[in-house]
């Protein structure tokens, strides 16, 4: 009779330095350095080249948000005012994508920051890709959105050339659009989002965030995170994916449940403490 066993994992390999990161970001490549960029005031960021030793590289925004942002949500926090950013190379430029927000509220937007280099950056404010107000408090000539929060951008440049951001967190489920790759902005800013998960029909009750969008083969995969964050060994936080052999979706999970009805499959979640 044979004993089988599970076959051990490889250890993981401790990383070093400056290592720490809330929301951090696709990593990418310029040169020899391996790039992160992180929640954070100003949007910090950090290297490696070996992935392992990781160093500070500085904050892209150290004077503060942009005034643009600063007047489309003023209730933001100075000391921790860039949130869950997102960065892609399109157009001979690193495209950066930040989020600026009130905590607990749909006030935000999505800004974007553009440098040719990171290793010797200059970056340059492009200003809003998109702005959402609550409804009917705090609307502005610039609001785009009113049920939906514009936090949490995921840039995905798929095979044919086109791009796309996924966003969005708990008030309405999570969204994409196609960006225009010649200015990282909204190609038709006239036309509504396309809803891509929801966990729930109740507005303001959804638990997805965190969205990343990735293409492999012929399918789209949506990864979210589901349930709750921030209350220690209470937090319920999973994450979940889905996949779609187009960009807007459907996204099924393996029971073949669409991601807008509360579907996908659980990747990981916590156990215990």
């Known amino acids: 009779v044979a004993l089988l066993s599970p076959v051990a994992s490889p250890a993981q390999l401790p990383v070093l330095g400056d290592y720490w990161a809330h929301d951090p970001s696709t990593m990418i490549k310029d040169g020899s350095r391996y790039y992160v960029f992180t929640t954070g005031k ?85 200003g809003k890709v998109i702005q959402s107000d609550a409804s009917p408090c705090c609307v502005q000539p610039e609001t785009d959105l009113t049920a939906n929060n514009c936090i949490d951008p995921s840039i995905l440049v798929a095979t044919n050339g086109t791009v796309w951001m996924a966003f969005g967190s708990y008030s309405d489920g999570i969204l994409v659009a196609q960006l225009d790759p010649s200015t990282g902005k909204r190609l038709n800013p006239g036309v509504a989002p396309t809803k891509i998960a929801s966990s729930t029909t109740s507005f303001f009750a959804n638990t997805t965030e965190g969205a990343c969008l990735y ?47 509360g579907g996908g499959t659980v990747v990981l979640e916590s156990t215990g403490r």
């Open 215 to 261: 293409q492999r083969g012929g399918y789209y995969y949506l990864f979210l995170n589901y349930g709750g964050c921030c209350s220690g060994v209470d937090s319920t936080y999973n994450i979940r994916v889905g996949r779609s052999s187009s960009v807007t979706g459907p996204y099924l999970d393996q029971s073949g449940t669409s991601m807008l009805n």
């Open 42 to 126: 100003g949007i910090p960021h950090k290297y490696s080249t070996d992935l392992r030793n990781w160093t500070y590289a500085g904050q892209v925004a150290p004077a503060g948000p942009p005034a643009w942002a600063t007047n489309a949500v003023p209730g933001y926090d100075p000391n921790n005012w860039a949130w869950a950013p997102d960065i892609a190379f399109f157009n001979g430029k690193y495209h950066l994508y930040y989020s600026i927000s009130q905590w607990g509220t749909i006030d935000s937007a999505i800004g974007l920051y553009t440098s040719p280099s990171l290793i010797t950056p200059t970056w340059t404010d492009q």
